[in-house]
């Protein structure tokens, strides 16, 4: 067997370990990682030279909502620029959501999901199944979802008005379920009975889009974490709590976590890099909001430090965006906004420059953070997330010296603002490779629409 494609002389970072090498790939796979490849006849049909570089696993964002209907209208990036997106910033793994069809049931939505992203797809994907009617059709469809590659659901404790919201019976119930299973349930924690009573009480008040921080303060969310906690520990579980903004949560799942309770948490760059006071702009602060909002200065420190000790295991994006037009629609109230900003193509950016660069940690606690821990909890290790024979072939490659003002005009995601708009973020990569197919080529798209791949998961493993 020969090479297909070699890429030669660059720093091969892994979550253990960083270490010059050169990888040798045949077909979707790696075939060899080492100082030499002679023994693979040395030549291949392209040399990538890496000379100076980070080859990093592909990245997996675990947290993406492309095309979804939400807010009165459709996420922007469909799985076409969404996924595109995702190629140019080193992501080539995203995991979707499919909403539980309420007739047809949870497969039935998964079905209809991949339907929509089968032929648009330029990466990889998995999909999280989101239960909405929890009961003795889901309870027993659980395990054949399950056994079809999709082993973890997500529940909301918030959006009772779009009929999305599961109660804490429900809750309880799947958590159950998730001790024997293989299965883990994703968690959207926010207080939804006190929320809406801020939301009453600031409604019509001339508070434009701080009126989405007046109402959602740190407890909303503490208090949901602290019960979803309770009901993990209580039935003996797996839980994971989705997109977590504070710095109290952190605190919760850390508690949680010495006491023995199956819980993970991830948090996104925009808790690590934004703060409320985006939202006092009152020309462009309603563009930044999403659910949960983003928090202080002193929240941020805190997940970065849990990112650091663990109680934060992975970082993803909760990417939903919205367009400008899109987000005009609150036309000034505050409970009309739509949630949701773009993220995959500024995600391992955002974590290299803060993370990595700004000295917080080094390049292999990044890769564990966006590419091996996602991949091994989510049940898609060391099929991805890794840099290791046998592995698929996708990596990213990243000039350490090269950095570049983020403009949204110049970016793949369908949004025409970017939340990280004039910041200098390093980690763009010059080269992206998912399954052996290089997909970025000099910082540019090159890859294919219908390339990507359905990925089957397994239970996962502990971190
Ligand atoms: O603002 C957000 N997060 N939009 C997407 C839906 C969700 O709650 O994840
Ligand atoms: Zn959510
Ligand atoms: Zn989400």
């Given at each position: 067997?020969?090479?297909?494609?070699?890429?030669?002389?660059?720093?091969?970072?892994?979550?253990?370990d960083?270490?010059?090498?050169?990888?040798?790939?045949?077909?979707?796979?790696?075939?060899?990682?080492?100082?030499?490849?002679?023994?693979?006849?040395?030549?291949?049909a392209?040399?990538i030279?890496?000379a100076?570089?980070?080859?990093?696993?592909?990245c997996?964002?675990?947290?993406?909502?492309?095309?979804?209907?939400?807010?009165?209208?459709?996420?922007?990036?469909?799985?076409?620029?969404?996924?595109?997106?995702?190629?140019?910033?080193?992501?080539?793994?995203?995991?979707?959501?499919?909403i539980?069809?309420?007739?047809?049931?949870?497969?039935?939505?998964?079905?209809?999901?991949?339907?929509?992203?089968?032929?648009?797809?330029?990466?990889?994907?998995?999909?999280?199944?989101?239960?909405?009617?929890?009961?003795?059709?889901?309870?027993?469809?659980?395990?054949?979802?399950?056994?079809?590659?999709?082993p973890?659901?997500?529940?909301?404790?918030?959006?009772?008005?779009?009929g999305?919201?599961?109660?804490?019976?429900?809750?309880?119930?799947?958590?159950?379920?998730?001790?024997?299973n293989?299965?883990?349930?994703?968690?959207h924690?926010?207080?939804?009975?006190v929320?809406?009573?801020?939301?009453?009480?600031?409604?019509?008040?001339?508070?434009?889009?701080?009126?989405?921080?007046?109402?959602?303060?740190?407890?909303?969310?503490?208090?949901?974490?602290?019960?979803?906690?309770?009901?993990?520990?209580?039935?003996?579980?797996?839980?994971y709590?989705?997109?977590?903004s504070?710095?109290?949560?952190?605190?919760?799942?850390?508690?949680?976590?010495?006491?023995?309770?199956?819980?993970?948490?991830?948090?996104?760059p925009?808790?690590?890099?934004?703060t409320?006071?985006?939202?006092?702009?009152?020309?462009?602060?309603?563009?930044?909001?999403?659910?949960?909002?983003?928090?202080?200065?002193?929240?941020?420190e805190?997940?970065?430090?849990?990112?650091?000790d663990?109680?934060v295991?992975?970082?993803?994006?909760?990417?939903?965006?919205?367009?400008?037009?899109?987000?005009?629609?609150?036309?000034?109230?505050?409970?009309?906004?739509?949630?949701?900003?773009?993220?995959?193509?500024?995600?391992?950016?955002?974590i290299?420059?803060?993370?990595?660069?700004?000295?917080?940690?080094?390049?292999?606690?990044?890769?564990?953070?966006?590419?091996?821990?996602?991949?091994?909890?989510?049940?898609?290790?060391?099929?991805k997330?890794?840099?290791?024979?046998?592995?698929?072939?996708?990596?990213?490659?990243?000039?350490?010296?090269?950095?570049?003002?983020?403009?949204?005009?110049?970016?793949?995601?369908?949004?025409?603002?970017?939340?990280?708009?004039?910041?200098?973020?390093?980690?763009f990569?010059?080269?992206?490779?998912?399954?052996?197919?290089?997909?970025?080529?000099?910082?540019?798209?090159?890859?294919?629409?219908?390339?990507?791949?359905?990925?089957?998961?397994?239970?996962?493993t502990?971190?």
């Amino acid at each position: 067997m020969g090479l297909d494609l070699i890429v030669k002389n660059g720093t091969v970072v892994t979550a253990d370990d960083s270490f010059q090498a050169d990888v040798g790939i045949s077909g979707e796979r790696i075939v060899a990682v080492g100082q030499s490849l002679a023994g693979w006849g040395g030549a291949a049909a392209r040399a990538i030279d890496a000379a100076g570089k980070l080859v990093i696993p592909g990245c997996v964002d675990v947290h993406v909502h492309l095309q979804l209907p939400f807010c009165g209208t459709v996420s922007s990036d469909d799985f076409l620029s969404g996924t595109r997106a995702a190629a140019r910033g080193g992501v080539t793994t995203i995991i979707d959501y499919a909403i539980q069809d309420v007739d047809k049931g949870l497969w039935a939505g998964i079905e209809k999901r991949m339907q929509e992203a089968d032929g648009k797809v330029c990466v990889d994907y998995g999909l999280h199944s989101i239960v909405i009617r929890w009961g003795q059709a889901a309870r027993a469809e659980m395990p054949k979802v399950i056994a079809r590659g999709v082993p973890t659901f997500k529940m909301f404790m918030v959006y009772e008005a779009e009929g999305w919201q599961s109660d804490d019976a429900a809750l309880f119930g799947a958590l159950c379920e998730t001790k024997d299973n293989g299965g883990r349930i994703l968690v959207h924690a926010e207080s939804e009975r006190v929320m809406s009573s801020l939301i009453k009480k600031y409604k019509g008040q001339d508070v434009g889009a701080w009126g989405h921080v007046l109402s959602r303060p740190n407890f909303v969310e503490e208090e949901a974490i602290g019960r979803a906690v309770k009901w993990a520990e209580a039935s003996g579980g797996r839980l994971y709590i989705v997109h977590m903004s504070t710095g109290g949560g952190a605190d919760i799942v850390k508690q949680a976590r010495a006491r023995g309770t199956n819980v993970y948490a991830e948090t996104c760059p925009q808790y690590l890099l934004l703060t409320d006071e985006v939202f006092k702009d009152r020309e462009r602060g309603h563009l930044y909001a999403t659910c949960p909002q983003v928090k202080k200065a002193a929240d941020s420190e805190r997940l970065w430090r849990g990112l650091v000790d663990g109680e934060v295991c992975i970082v993803s994006t909760d990417t939903c965006t919205f367009n400008t037009k899109q987000k005009a629609m609150w036309n000034g109230d505050f409970t009309k906004m739509a949630f949701g900003m773009p993220g995959t193509e500024t995600m391992v950016p955002a974590i290299y420059t803060h993370g990595v660069k700004a000295g917080r940690f080094d390049v292999s606690h990044m890769v564990r953070l966006c590419a091996t821990n996602p991949a091994r909890l989510h049940g898609l290790y060391p099929r991805k997330g890794t840099i290791a024979p046998g592995s698929d072939a996708d990596l990213a490659i990243i000039d350490p010296n090269r950095t570049k003002v983020v403009d949204h005009r110049e970016l793949d995601t369908n949004c025409d603002w970017s939340p990280y708009q004039g910041m200098e973020l390093g980690g763009f990569p010059d080269v992206t490779v998912c399954r052996g197919q290089v997909v970025v080529d000099g910082g540019k798209f090159v890859g294919k629409p219908g390339y990507g791949r359905f990925i089957e998961r397994n239970a996962g493993t502990e971190l």
